[in-house]
């Protein structure tokens, strides 16, 4: 009863911020420190990129057999190639450049339900690696350490949507030399390089702003989440998906009143999230979702449930700040967790949710605007620069092996 009263006396508190943080004077905090200096960092005249030119089948021919593509939490490998043909960073001169993308859309075989089939992504991107090192002197001259990829799958390179099986693949041989610009991100995890760039998961910016509600609304619900708690049709026994948090989620707060949990998915979901205070954003299959886009956009506080999780552009975004972090052996105790934190340390998260610089920062726009997430991928280059002259090969020397990986990844697409 206590925790209940407490809930509500909190929802009070808490409704004086307003529903929603894109509108005009909203409450804000700058970021303050070395995060909020890397956030408004501009990556133009630090950087040159060169674009591969690829024969269509590697990019647009994918999307024209299924346009489903353009709207999926996988898109920004679209987008991002989209955004670099007509960015200022694109040089049509391969000698000047600081860094080649290659770009090749790995995530773009779609089920008829619409998830991504990775099976064929390691001999795409085998080809695309390929053709290049073939048709141009680059990638030799390195192995593909001034190179970087966008690979958004759940697992990265690892180019599987089951850990274990993800884990056992490993990150694509030919990419270990590589910069890879990818949504997963886990601490000590095979299917994370050092020097990978975690980047945000698409969310449509436009569906999203045509969502949005008054900023004088409160917000009514303490906790919010809306997903599947289980996935019978693949975890059939229970306890592997999500590591079990999702199933201890709903078996301890499915009847209590301060947690709005269910699987169904409302038309009103991003309305829901702009009267909730706290989003929770637990790990699925993998540890990354769109809930934390969707959470900074909508002012809701992220209750990140993902043990190591390597947030997006952790170097420009306080998650600490912004975000409540619970350990997955925690979850039985959420409703303890969240009614304990002060009303004040609640209104500073919001006022730095409301920051508008964080939100853009989560976004990839059309067009492109200053200080997206495409300009944060750009700035993440631009600090590796300038390479370590290690990374140029000796003539004749080579690194990767070619031949190395699951045999049926080395048959020809």
């Given at each position: 009863m206590k925790n209940l009263v407490w809930g509500f006396l909190l929802l009070l508190l808490v409704s004086r911020i307003g529903a929603h943080d894109l509108h005009h004077g909203q409450r804000t905090e700058r970021i303050s420190g070395s995060a909020g200096d890397v956030l408004d960092d501009d990556p133009v005249g630090r950087l040159k990129v060169f674009v591969y030119e690829l024969p269509s089948k590697y990019n647009k021919k994918i999307l024209q057999k299924d346009p489903r593509c353009l709207n999926h939490m996988f898109a920004a490998e679209i987008f991002m190639h989209r955004?670099?043909?007509?960015?200022?960073?694109?040089?049509?001169?391969?000698?000047?450049?600081d860094w080649f993308y290659t770009p090749v859309y790995t995530t773009c075989d779609l089920t008829p339900n619409g998830l991504p089939l990775p099976f064929k992504s390691p001999r795409m991107m085998r080809s695309a690696i390929q053709l290049i090192s073939s048709n141009w002197p680059y990638w030799n001259r390195t192995e593909g350490a001034d190179h970087f990829f966008v690979v958004p799958h759940d697992f990265g390179a690892c180019f599987h949507y089951q850990e274990e099986k993800a884990i056992e693949r490993g990150i694509l041989p030919l990419l270990q030399r590589a910069t890879l610009v990818q949504t997963f991100g886990q601490k000590n995890h095979v299917c994370l390089n050092t020097g990978s760039i975690t980047i945000p998961p698409y969310a449509p910016p436009q569906k999203m702003q045509a969502h949005l509600i008054p900023p004088d609304i409160p917000r009514s619900i303490f906790v919010y989440f809306r997903g599947l708690f289980y996935d019978v049709g693949n975890d059939p026994e229970g306890g592997y998906y999500a590591r079990g948090a999702r199933a201890a989620v709903w078996e301890n707060f499915k009847d209590n009143p301060l947690f709005d949990i269910s699987t169904e998915h409302p038309t009103t979901y991003y309305e829901d999230m702009q009267r909730a205070v706290f989003c929770l954003c637990p790990l699925g299959w993998a540890p990354w979702s769109p809930r934390l886009v969707e959470g900074v956009i909508f002012g809701c506080i992220p209750v990140i449930i993902a043990d190591d999780i390597v947030l997006p552009f952790a170097d420009a975004i306080p998650w600490e700040d912004i975000g409540v972090f619970v350990a997955e052996k925690d979850v039985p105790n959420l409703d303890t967790i969240l009614t304990s934190i002060p009303p004040e340390v609640i209104l500073r998260k919001q006022r730095l949710?409301?920051?508008?610089?964080?939100?853009?920062?989560m976004l990839f726009p059309q067009p492109a605007q200053a200080g997206d997430a495409f300009h944060q991928i750009l700035n993440g280059l631009a600090r590796k620069l300038p390479h370590d002259t290690s990374v140029y090969l000796k003539r004749g020397e080579k690194v990767l092996n070619w031949t190395a990986g699951p045999v049926a990844d080395l048959k020809l697409w």
């Open positions: 955004f670099l043909l007509s960015s200022p960073v694109r040089t049509l001169n391969p000698e000047e450049a949710l409301a920051n508008p610089s964080m939100k853009q920062a």
